[in-house]
């Protein structure tokens, strides 16, 4: 009986190498299975952030200058009525 060169089997304890390229697709396509399922959930939040020209509101003058002078305001009370307290939180003794 003569054996052609696609008939040879492998040496004995080593798989063959149909069952080496079977595992190597199954481990791919889980591989695969898992980027494509990643891509799938995160596209939405992703696309979402990218329609959006800002994710914050910008803040109108008049109201950035009614926050600085009650700053400024709370301030000046607060000196004249000495209830600054300090506390030292980060001495130790």
Not at 60 to 75: C, D, G, I, Y
């Amino acid at each position: 009986m003569s054996r052609q060169n696609n008939d040879v089997l492998p040496p004995e304890g080593q798989p063959s190498t149909s069952s080496r390229s079977q595992s190597s697709n199954i481990a791919l396509g889980l591989i695969g299975g898992s980027f494509v399922t990643i891509m799938a959930l995160t596209t939405p939040f992703i696309t979402m952030q990218l329609k959006s020209s800002l994710p914050y509101m910008s803040t109108p003058r008049q109201k950035v200058e009614k926050a600085l002078t009650f700053l400024s305001k709370r301030n000046e009370t607060m000196l004249a009525n000495h209830n600054l307290k300090y506390k030292d939180i980060g001495t130790t003794i």
